[in-house]
């Protein structure tokens, strides 16, 4: 099973970008599909965006389209999720998870990490 932590979270205005990172440990990680999901206050967990192994194809919601870039670094054990023209919106807990095959459904993934705090203020 995959290790998962996310990093990069942050206060920034709207408008604005940052850039997550989710660091993978165990040796599934190159061969596991790697997506994010965020949560708001009082809302459901909702996918964001989804890399498939190879890094080859990616998948976004339309809610972000065009605005994130989501790309990993096998050497590194690590993926990236780009967020730029940030809203306020946007302001959610975001996690990365792992599974085998690059869905948008979150009970395809069966590990995840425990959350970064993104805020976006207006």
């Known amino acids: 099973q995959v290790q998962l932590a996310e990093s990069g979270g942050g206060l920034v205005q709207a408008g604005g970008s940052l850039r997550l990172s989710c660091a993978a440990s165990?040796?599934?990680?190159?061969?596991?599909?790697i997506a994010w999901f965020r949560q708001a206050p009082g809302k459901e967990r909702v996918f964001v965006a989804v890399?498939?192994?190879?890094?080859?194809?990616?998948f976004y919601a339309d809610s972000v389209k065009g605005r994130f870039t989501i790309s990993r670094d096998n050497a590194k054990n690590t993926v990236y999720l780009q967020m730029n023209s940030l809203k306020p919106e946007d302001t959610a807990v975001y996690y990365c998870?792992?599974?085998?095959?690059?869905?948008?459904?979150?009970?395809?993934?069966?590990?995840w990490g425990q959350g970064t705090q993104v805020t976006v203020s207006s």
């Open positions: 165990g040796r599934t990680f190159s061969s596991s599909a």
């Open positions: 998870a792992a599974g085998p095959t690059p869905t948008i459904r979150l009970a395809d993934f069966d590990s």
């Open positions: 890399i498939s192994r190879s890094g080859k194809n990616t």
